[in-house]
Nanobody, 123 residues
Framework: QVQLVESGGGLVQAGGSLRLSCVAS????????MGWFRQPPGKEREFVAV???????YYVDSVKGRFTISRDNAKNTVYLQMNSLKPEDTAVYYC?????????????????WGQGTQVTVSS
């Protein structure tokens, strides 16, 4: 089992920045694929960004150029740096881990999930 704990959410004005962190514990594996997802109010959970074990990354179009996903395997931590935030970025953000080196964007392809952290962007 792998436990994931997110932190770093909060309330920020449009144009501001936040950095989310996700600490993994338990049977961690640096070869796991790690992803960030979000669930806006009243909507389904959606893909945001993914990073594989080599550091390759992929983003949903709406956050490209504004968000950066990174990982520190020595600290079992994945980060999501979010810049130029917009009100439409408001959501609960979730960290997820996948027991595979293959990065995917499907919600149901991930094996472990954190509890989520709220990000609210005011206009």
């Amino acid at each position: 089992q792998v436990q994931l704990v997110e932190s770093g959410g909060g309330l920020v004005q449009a144009g501001g920045s936040l950095r989310l962190s996700c600490v993994a514990s338990g049977r961690t594996d640096s070869r796991n694929t790690m992803g960030w997802f979000r669930q806006p109010p009243g909507k389904e959970r959606e893909f945001v960004a993914v990073i594989n074990w080599t550091g390759s990354t992929y983003y949903v179009d709406s956050v490209k150029g504004r968000f950066t996903i990174s990982r520190d395997n020595a600290k079992n931590t994945v980060y999501l740096q979010m810049n130029s935030l917009k009100p439409e970025d408001t959501a609960v953000y979730y960290c997820a881990a996948r027991n595979s080196r293959l990065p995917i964007i499907n919600v149901d392809g991930y094996d472990y999930w954190g509890q989520g952290t709220q990000v609210t962007v005011s206009s």
